[in-house]
């Protein structure tokens, strides 16, 4: 049985624990929504202020030059692609992961167009983020390819056959925390003739991502959950080499021209993943994006992303055991795969009182009212049932927090506390 003194002990060894020192979090508050929003680092008011006050207040346009504002795209880029297997040069900060999504969903579709006519399937999970299968369908329905959804991983093995086109799938699902097998996955679908299109929201910065290793086609990702970039902050986008220079990419503006200002009136793109640039970027968001990379460098000293890894697998390991220890008599069901090989950096539950529908998002609530702050993921009613999400950030999580979090947890579930009317009223954003 795991005891508090246990977890205290964990932290005092624990040589990561320093990183916390880098955020802004307030004393009572467990963070467990880093797979959400990341929490704000310590220089983040200082690069702001630096940024708008100094660079745009006093260098006024001339910080394009001698503040790095133009390059800042493939910098950021840089300090992603040591986080994700990818190159130098081969990661650009721009837009948001919708819209980079567009950009490389047009792109495969229609590089496999040209070398598969005949292949018109796109698949996905139905437990995929929404935006990625809104944008997947509009994009089915513009250029004649179908969209199907799997719902199981036999399913999906299924559909990798002499009809697939493109396979599109988040290497961690944001409900569940499942993490897919990425080279054997992508492996599997090439050797059929298809394309991989890989979502990192979930995977960036919280488990190790091998994009070149893995042999990946295209992938693009989030910057504000556990890169810790902000709210809205800039998403970036990959291109395996192979692929970069073949198509332009739908939104062909300005940005991604090959010499934007010359001001040509026909467009001629950029060599190399530059050209999945579009318009003028947001420069303060991106500065802040900055503050968020710089710890994971810090965090080189104490062993980086494998260490990093290791924690978050401990981390969710001592919740799934104290949820089953602590919670066992409330029927909670932990829907994240126990496989560590399986897992990304979340965990996330369901049941409870299945005949009350609000339990889930209330039981939440209640939490957050006492400062552990994790979201409600709604289910359709179906095959996706409600649950609650918990993600695990090592850079600035404990295993006292883990503890203290669970004992909320039970302590809400045993007095009922999550029966009360103000936990009930449904906010804009769970």
């Not at 950021?76 to 950009?103: C, F, H, P, R």
Request: glycine share 8%.
């Amino acid at each position: 049985m795991t005891t508090l003194d246990d977890c205290r002990k964990l932290d005092a060894q624990d040589p990561l624990r320093t990183l916390r020192d880098h955020f802004e979090i307030a004393p009572g508050i467990i963070y467990l929504d880093g797979n959400s929003l990341g929490a704000m680092p310590k220089g983040a008011v200082d690069r702001a202020v630096e940024v708008v006050s100094r660079q745009w207040g006093d260098g006024l346009i001339t910080s394009w030059n001698t503040a790095g504002w133009f390059d800042l795209p493939q910098r950021l880029g840089d300090q992603i692609a040591a986080l994700i297997g990818a190159g130098t040069g081969e990661v650009v900060v721009t837009d948001t992961t919708s819209v980079n999504l567009y950009k490389v969903m047009s792109a495969a579709l229609r590089i496999s167009a040209a070398d598969h006519p005949d292949r018109r399937l796109v698949v996905s999970e139905r437990s995929n983020f929404p935006t990625d299968l809104y944008i997947a369908e509009n994009l089915c329905k513009e250029l004649g390819f179908k969209l199907q959804l799997v719902e199981s991983e036999q399913e999906l093995a299924q559909s990798i056959n002499c009809d697939l086109a493109v396979l599109m799938l988040t290497h961690v699902n944001y409900r569940t925390g499942a993490m897919y097998d990425m080279a054997a996955v992508t492996a599997s679908a090439q050797a059929s003739g298809a394309l991989v299109v890989w979502d990192l929201a979930h995977s960036a910065g919280a488990v190790a991502v091998h994009l070149k290793a893995a042999n990946a086609d295209f992938a693009i990702g989030c910057t504000y959950k556990y890169l810790n970039g902000g709210p809205g902050s800039p998403a970036f986008v990959w291109v395996n080499p192979r692929h970069v220079d073949r198509f332009w990419q739908p939104l062909s503006g300005w940005w991604g021209h090959a010499a934007p200002f010359e001001f040509a009136p026909g467009y001629e793109p950029a060599k190399g993943v530059a050209r999945y640039l579009c318009g003028t970027q947001p420069i303060v968001s991106m500065s802040l994006l900055e503050c968020g990379l710089q710890i994971y460098q810090a965090s080189a000293a104490f062993g980086g992303m494998p260490a990093l890894r290791a924690k978050s697998l401990a981390l969710t390991d001592l919740f799934i055991d104290l949820v089953h220890q602590r919670c066992a008599k409330h029927n909670m069901r932990v829907v994240t795969p126990v496989d560590h090989a399986r897992r990304g950096s979340q965990v996330s539950l369901e049941g409870g009182d299945e005949t009350d529908r609000n339990f889930s998002y209330a039981v939440i609530q209640a939490l957050i009212a006492r400062g552990v702050i994790g979201d409600f993921r709604a289910g359709d009613g179906k095959r996706l049932h409600d649950i609650m999400r918990f993600g695990f950030t090592p850079l600035y999580l404990g295993y006292e927090d883990v503890w203290n979090a669970v004992e909320h947890l039970r302590d809400v579930l045993d007095s009922g506390e999550w029966k009360q009317p103000q936990f009930r009223q449904k906010n804009a954003v769970t």
